[in-house]
């Protein structure tokens, strides 16, 4: 079992939500925390007792990986990396700008392989370690009106899932979790709808969020759907035919609130030079 006393916990994605909140929660557990995210202010309010804070740009390869060699020198290494940084958009295709589809690929997906390749390799030469990475309902099924944020949610899930097999036999020590919520209260999801299924199922409440996360990574739960009872509605519609799927869907409108979510503005971050190389 995960246990978050004594840890050495590294959370992107940390400066707000739920990120901030889990920062919070692992801290009170006894866990030495270190909080990243691009947004300086809001980590400004966090530092301090346990918790450490680096300004890192998680889509930039070369600042993270600067960034932990900084971490394995201040901590000794990170036990538990919980990767929570990412990036809404709710426009359909043809209208998501090419410069947003870059900007969500990069912090949801391509961040992942950057921080995983930079804080596994500790844990699978100790023997032990726990990844964490934060996805959402629409990992597992599409969702109208966000094919980017949905395509890099199912990129997430199978990296994690192969992240996870590749350990069994590598080092079985180090356990993954792969967490699911529904849409969550934060601000990212503004303007979403309610669905048929309301309130049996509504936003969840980032509070509670954040402890059942930590909850899922101490329990070493390799799959976390919130809420409890999501996976009785995520899996049939997976397994369903695409007709019969599409018909539940569109009964219970699901994901229908997908299509009217804005959310915070989602500018282009600036690509330092060493991005592509």
């Not at 994605?13 to 947004?39: F, N, T």
Request: a positive charge; proline letters at 6%; aromatic letters at 6%.
């Amino acid at each position: 079992m995960t246990q978050m006393r004594g840890s050495r916990v590294l959370i992107t994605g940390a400066a707000s939500g739920i990120g901030r909140l889990m920062a919070l929660e692992a801290a009170g557990r006894g866990a030495q925390v270190m909080a990243w995210d691009i947004d300086a202010t809001g980590l400004a309010s966090l530092a301090g007792g346990s918790m450490r804070c680096q300004v890192v740009d998680v889509t930039d390869r070369q600042a993270v990986y600067a960034a932990a060699s900084d971490v394995e020198e201040t901590l000794g290494g990170v036990d538990v990396l919980v990767l929570n940084a990412g990036v809404v958009c709710g426009r359909p295709l043809l209208e998501i700008p090419d410069g947003v589809v870059r900007t969500v690929m990069d912090v949801n997906v391509l961040a992942l392989f950057w921080c995983t390749k930079a804080f596994l390799p500790g844990m699978v030469q100790r023997g032990r370690g726990h990844l964490a990475v934060i996805g959402s309902v629409v990992s597992a099924v599409p969702a109208a009106g966000a094919s980017a944020y949905v395509a890099s949610k199912h990129a997430a899930y199978g990296f994690t899932e192969t992240v996870r097999l590749e350990l069994r036999t590598q080092a079985p020590g180090v356990r993954t979790t792969f967490v699911m919520p529904y849409l969550i209260n934060t601000g990212m999801f503004e303007g979403a709808g309610e669905t048929r299924l309301y309130p049996l199922l509504r936003m969840l409440e980032p509070e509670p969020v954040a402890v059942r996360v930590i909850d899922g990574i101490e329990r070493d739960k390799a799959r976390l759907v919130l809420p409890a009872w999501g996976p009785a509605l995520i899996f049939p519609l997976r397994m369903l035919p695409p007709r019969a799927s599409d018909w539940l869907q569109d009964m219970l409108g699901f994901l229908t609130p997908m299509q009217s979510v804005h959310g915070r503005a989602l500018a282009r971050r600036p690509r330092s030079p060493q991005a592509d190389t």
